[in-house]
Antibody, heavy 117, light 109 residues
Framework: QVQLVQSGAEVKKPGASVKVSCKAS????????MHWVRQAPGQGLEWMGW????????TYAPKFQGRVTMTRDTSINTAYMELVSLKSDDTAIYYC??????????WGQGTLVTVSS | EIVMTQSPATLSVSPGERATLSCRAS??????LIWYQQKPGQAPRLLIY???TRATDIPARFSGSGSGTEFTLTISSLQSEDFAVYYC???????????FGQGTKLEIK
């Protein structure tokens, strides 16, 4: 079955960067877009963007443009999301989720990123 | 940017009763509307896409309706496992960006 397994929790200082990975299995990696969604503690879902693993093309939400980079390594069926210049309000669970465009039908387990001095 | 507004923020309903959740878009999104369910400590789960199509293995008590700017998720007879937070999500065909609503918490009355 389809599985998205994300990397473990991270603790970062303000101004640092974080790179979260998402390894896909159970289906053809390049057939699906990989989206990234985050959720601050006790808050709602926030869509960050997606990458087309086949071409490497990306689209980012305006809020994250210039601060987020989504990449992939098709040799190991893994997508990455890097966020730079971290601030305390970037503290959140970061999810990857796959889709044939839309909707997001399978989700990773989430990665908690804590930004604290 | 399109703004998605869900109401109410919290809905209290008894098991076995019907729940009706609303999602409003600040401008027309056609049928590009998705519903998710999220339980504490879990990732979201896809329920409805294309405003009204149930996802695989979603029970028939869940139904979606609407188009344009007004959308509804109806749960016809609430089961204990349905108490959760529900999010709507809109997406554009081009540019292919998306926004979530702020969520509706469905709690046991």
């Amino acid at each position: 079955q389809v599985q998205l397994v994300q990397s473990g929790a991270e603790v970062k200082k303000p101004g640092a960067s974080v790179k979260v990975s998402c390894k896909a299995s159970g289906d053809t990696f390049t057939n699906y877009y990989m989206h990234w969604v985050r959720q601050a503690p006790g808050q709602g879902l926030e869509w960050m963007g997606w990458i087309n693993p086949n071409s490497g093309a990306t689209t980012y939400a305006p809020k994250f443009q210039g601060r987020v980079t989504m990449t992939r390594d098709t040799s190991i069926n893994t997508a990455y999301m890097e966020l730079v210049s971290l601030k305390s309000d970037d503290t959140a669970i970061y999810y990857c989720a796959r889709a044939r465009g839309w909707p997001l039908d399978h989700w990773g387990q989430g990665t908690l990123v804590t930004v604290s001095s | 940017e399109i703004v998605m507004t869900q109401s109410p923020a919290t809905l209290s309903v008894s098991p076995g009763e019907r729940a009706t959740l609303s999602c409003r878009a600040s401008q027309s999104v056609g049928s590009n509307l998705i519903w998710y369910q999220q339980k504490p400590g879990q990732a979201p789960r896809l329920l409805i896409y294309g405003a009204s199509t149930r996802a695989t293995d979603i029970p028939a008590r869940f139904s979606g309706s609407g188009s344009g700017t007004e959308f509804t998720l109806t749960i016809s007879s609430l089961q204990s496992e349905d108490f959760a937070v529900y999010y709507c999500q809109q997406y554009n065909n081009w540019p292919p960006v998306s926004v979530f609503g702020q969520g509706t918490k469905l709690e046991i009355k």
